[in-house]
């Protein structure tokens, strides 16, 4: 007998402005990230949420998101971001779920660009950034 469970995979990064170009660039900047260094099943994911901050308003993350490979049938929800004065600039956060069968799964979280500072502790050095790799 399998015992599934839902995980979780955390991430967010920083547009340099709020433009298309720029979100688009930072939405799979952090989506690459987070796909080479986590074994995603995209059948297993339940859902994704990405949550920007107020000043980003150009474009939705979930429809950049739809565009890329194995994508396309994975449910998205876009929010804005509680508006907390100290928070950062122009600020894409996201969070994946998804279903295992393996409760030791390894989970690696991914924050790039300025939001680093929000969780150094789950941020990789320059060093260690690999190219991306899309699993099915």
Avoid at 91 to 110: A, E, G, M, S, W
Wanted: with cysteine.
């Amino acid at each position: 007998m399998v015992n599934w469970r839902v995980k979780a995979i955390r991430g967010a990064t920083t547009a340099s402005e709020n433009s298309i170009a720029a979100i688009q660039q930072a939405v799979h900047e952090l989506l690459d990230e987070i796909e080479s260094r986590n074994v995603l099943d995209f059948e297993e994911v339940v859902s994704v949420i990405f949550s920007v901050t107020a000043d980003l308003n150009v474009v939705f993350p979930a429809a950049i998101a739809r565009q890329r490979p194995n994508w396309q049938t994975v449910p998205l929800l876009d929010v804005q971001q509680m508006a907390v004065q100290t928070d950062l600039p122009y600020c894409i956060r996201c969070l994946i779920q998804f279903n295992t069968p393996d409760p030791q799964i390894q989970v690696h979280h991914v924050y790039l660009q300025q939001a680093k500072t929000l969780r150094p502790d789950w941020s990789f050095p320059e060093a260690e950034r690999q190219p991306s790799t899309v699993f099915s």
